[in-house]
């Protein structure tokens, strides 16, 4: 894919893994239109680059992300839109779900409202020990729609719903008892977690987080015989076949 410009990222390939940066610091990275857009083009380089195997996810500035820039999304003069690539009307839940790489989102500074979408849409999550999280949806009139199928992703529909009525914001620890925080970067060692991605296989990972996505709207009854066939379409592929070969 060619090397795009974008106006609210950075991305960096180092090797086996993508870096994707929000680099909107001055809005405390609040998203608009464009930058859903430009993750999605960010995103679909990675699943079509087989050299890539894991995506990490950054933010610049103090706050990891503020969320939806509300105003950009009600007035589309606030926004630019980016001329090299396609705008459409994706949620930026959608974009993470239809990622299909392991990702990890390396968070620094606080989470608010729609920055859930990424967090709950990341494979891993490693943050400071300081970090705030909040969902302040509910003190502007309205509900964190969106969040809500991301967050019941990790957990019960019981813990999503008083998770979004609670307005105030909560530590990092208990994010992690809540499922969204995997560990702490104090204590995580994240260059020796990365090796672990090295040398697995894009197209077993690609073919396997796919099925995670479809499996939901497979009927209970149906879904080994669902994954079998998906083993048997991976197990022809060319890949498998090799490193069956490889190994002798």
Same mark, same amino acid.
């Given at each position: ?36 857009? %430009? ?27 503020? #969320? ?37 989102a390396i968070v620094r500074g606080n989470v608010i409202a729609g920055a859930f979408l990424m ?13 705030? &999280? ?6 502007? #009139?309205?509900?964190? &729609? ?10 019960? %529909? ?20 809540? #499922? ?6 104090? %204590? ?8 672990? &991605?090295?040398?697995?296989?894009s197209s077993a990972v690609v073919a396997g987080f796919k099925a995670a996505r479809e499996l939901?709207?497979?009927?209970? %009854? ?22 069956? &070969?490889?190994?002798?």
């Amino acid at each position: 894919m060619q090397a795009i410009t974008y106006q609210y990222i950075r991305i960096k390939k180092t090797d086996f893994r993508m870096e994707v940066t929000l680099a909107r610091p001055e809005k405390r990275n609040a998203f608009t239109p464009t930058m859903v857009n %430009e993750i999605a083009h960010a995103f679909q380089d990675a699943n079509q680059d087989d050299s890539i195997k894991v995506v990490m996810l950054k933010a610049e500035g103090p706050v990891f992300c503020a #969320g939806m820039d509300l105003k950009a999304f009600q007035n589309a003069d606030l926004d630019i839109p980016n001329p090299h690539i396609e705008n459409k009307d994706i949620s930026l839940g959608e974009v993470f779900a239809n990622l299909h790489k392991p990702s990890i989102a390396i968070v620094r500074g606080n989470v608010i409202a729609g920055a859930f979408l990424m967090i709950a849409g990341c494979t891993y999550v490693f943050c400071s020990e300081n970090v705030q &999280f909040r969902l302040p949806e509910l003190n502007l #009139g309205i509900f964190p &729609f969106q969040v809500m199928a991301s967050l019941m992703r990790v957990m019960s %529909e019981k813990k999503m719903l008083q998770l979004c009525l609670h307005t105030d914001y909560f530590s990092a620890r208990k994010a992690q008892e809540y #499922g969204l925080v995997d560990g702490f970067l104090e %204590e995580v060692d994240v260059e020796f977690f990365l090796t672990g &991605f090295k040398d697995i296989s894009s197209s077993a990972v690609v073919a396997g987080f796919k099925a995670a996505r479809e499996l939901p709207s497979v009927a209970s %009854e149906k879904r080994y015989s669902f994954l079998l066939k998906k083993l048997y379409e991976l197990k022809s592929s060319e890949d498998v076949k090799k490193r069956i &070969f490889e190994k002798g």
